[in-house]
């Protein structure tokens, strides 16, 4: 509007002063009502964007609060600092699981061993997810080829997600059980920074924008950060942060399907397979069944968050999204479903993930006819002695009565008393058809009886 006033030169008359003026007013006027309203389409915006987490903005404070998603499981065992600056309870904090009780940490998705009939379970099922903190206290000894080592391989390839985090030994783990040839980086130090990298191979659109969402470049922090040679990562691998020789945060698509080996008469473990071999193996009628491993070379032994703190978040998103091959159930591996016992024995696990008492794992033992191993605590030394110490008084008592009693034989022992040249062991189990686990159960009963 001020460039249509003109300044009349020399002397004005008051007429064109009065226009003048008029023309200021006017320009005021509209100069104020632009900004008036200016002002309320950002008021507007303001209060569209009030009580939504649609556009995280500004310091934070508008983000929607996090909590850890149903299906995923953190691993609290032998190998993981638990202590209150370790790394796993950083995790444990970051992901906002555990509830304190009797000085320590419990969660029902806590799992304390991969060797247990629990993860037997989870890993003939699908869509979990599990966290393993670095390996600090402990490195899990399986053999690879044996049930230990194929469960694991089981539980990725049916469509599960694990993230694993740390340097060195959790590399190791991962080429131990997984068969990979990964190798740190030339004197196990790379300077970094880690720019997160444009072209994520292999990734769908949901995973891509979940990845652009996080940090654009991560730090290396002192030597907390270790970092894989680019050359050594499998086919199959999304590399998302990189330097330009050594990566420090990636995933790798995990796929198995059946042996072509394998027979009816005599079935044989299924083989891993490249994903891009994944289209061959199902036109030959073995389709394939695959699942995510991500991996962040961070040791989180810092308890200041930090950039790797929203990292480690996404990457569990993501490894958790499955993949196409996995979302036919009977492509699973081991086919089939658990046993009755197996069942009894992961309530018994995921009562210990509760964090029931001794007493009670106690209590429980007579009931299942199986042993509890309690990780956590020193409620399988306490039952064993609670057992012997009950034996001993049953005996006591049968000695002073004139019997035989109850009587806890070794390998020698279990030799019984010879009559007319047969066994009198081998024959009552053939006529009652009890043999040892039936013996046992049969004690256990005859002990709780006796209480």
Not at 270 to 293: D, F, L
Not at 300 to 329: F, G, H, N, Q
């Amino acid at each position: 509007f001020l460039c249509h006033f003109k300044i009349p030169r020399g002397k004005a008359t008051m007429l064109e002063k009065a226009s003048m003026g008029r023309r200021l007013g006017a320009a005021l006027v509209v100069a104020i009502a632009l900004c008036g309203l200016a002002a309320m389409r950002g008021d507007a915006r303001g209060t569209e964007l009030l009580g939504t987490w649609e556009v995280p903005t500004g310091i934070g404070i508008d983000r929607e609060p996090y909590s850890a998603p149903p299906t995923l499981w953190l691993y609290w065992g032998s190998t993981t600092n638990r202590r209150m600056e370790g790394s796993g309870e950083n995790i444990r904090h970051l992901f906002k699981l555990g509830r304190i009780e009797g000085g320590e940490y419990r969660d029902p998705q806590f799992l304390h061993k991969i060797d247990g009939v629990l993860f037997k379970q989870l890993s003939t099922a699908c869509c979990t997810s599990l966290v393993m903190p670095p390996f600090e206290w402990d490195f899990p000894v399986h053999n690879a080829n044996k049930a230990v080592g194929q469960a694991l391989r089981s539980y990725v390839a049916n469509g599960n997600a694990l993230i694993m985090t740390g340097g060195l030994i959790d590399i190791e783990f991962l080429n131990r059980y997984f068969s990979l040839n990964l190798e740190p980086a030339d004197g196990n130090y790379a300077p970094g920074p880690f720019p997160l990298l444009p072209n994520l191979h292999g990734y769908s659109d949901k995973m891509k924008a979940l990845v652009m969402a996080g940090p654009s470049v991560l730090p290396q922090k002192g030597i907390a950060v270790t970092a894989v040679k680019r050359d050594s990562l499998p086919d199959g691998s999304t590399i998302i942060y990189a330097s330009p020789k050594n990566v420090a945060v990636f995933t790798i698509k995990f796929c198995m399907a059946e042996n072509p080996k394998s027979e009816s008469t005599a079935p044989l473990p299924p083989i891993r397979v490249y994903p891009k071999y994944c289209p061959a193996s199902a036109r030959a009628g073995r389709p394939c069944s695959c699942g995510n491993i991500a991996f962040l070379g961070y040791n989180y032994r810092d308890r200041y968050p930090s950039r790797w703190d929203l990292t480690l978040k996404i990457m569990e998103r993501v490894a958790s999204i499955t993949p196409e091959e996995s979302k036919d159930p009977a492509n699973y591996h081991p086919k089939g479903t658990m046993s009755e016992g197996d069942e009894e024995n992961a309530k018994l696990d995921s009562a210990q993930a509760r964090g029931d008492s001794q007493e009670k794992l106690v209590e429980k033992w007579p009931e299942s006819g199986k042993l509890v191993d309690n990780p956590n605590g020193g409620s399988f030394k306490a039952a064993q002695q609670a057992m012997l110490r009950h034996l001993g008084k049953m005996r006591q008592q049968s000695l002073a009565q004139g019997t035989a009693g109850h009587r806890i034989s070794g390998a020698r022992g279990r030799a019984s008393k010879r009559a007319g040249g047969e066994t009198q062991h081998t024959d009552a189990a053939k006529a009652t058809g009890c043999g040892p686990i039936c013996q046992l159960r049969n004690l256990v009963t005859n002990m709780k009886a006796g209480q």
